[in-house]
């Protein structure tokens, strides 16, 4: 069975940063793309970044390149999204999300998410 808990959000102040984490079970996480999407009070799902199995390639959504990492420990079965430079825009729920075969763009699983707020 396909587990994928998410931690480490919280409350932070602009420009801050915060690091979460997902800890992967029940599928062979290194063979697996990965994702990290959001979803904003009253906005629909956004896909913040995704990583390939092997972490040799990675994907960022414009509102967010250049201030957040996504990477991945194979070993651990851990999926990570440092996150800097936060901005107020950056309030959402944090799901990390386990792509469906070999796809880019579909997703079969995902967490109960993990809360970011960032305010003042």
């Not at 199995?53 to 990675?58: D, F, R």
């Not at 996150?83 to 959402?92: F, G, H, I, V, W």
Request: charged share 15%.
């Amino acid at each position: 069975q396909v587990q994928l808990v998410e931690s480490g959000g919280g409350l932070v102040q602009p420009g801050g940063s915060l690091r979460l984490s997902c800890a992967a079970s029940g599928f062979t996480f290194s063979s697996t793309y990965m994702s990290w999407v959001r979803q904003a009070p009253g906005k629909g799902l956004e896909k913040v970044a995704s990583i390939y199995s092997a972490g040799t390639n990675t994907y960022y959504a414009d509102s967010v390149k250049g201030r957040f990492t996504i990477s991945r420990d194979n070993a651990k079965n851990k999926l990570y999204l440092q996150m800097n430079s936060l901005k107020s825009e950056d309030t959402a729920v944090y799901y990390c999300a386990k792509h469906r075969g070999s796809s880019w763009y579909e997703y079969d699983s995902w967490g109960l998410g993990t809360q970011v707020t960032v305010s003042s």
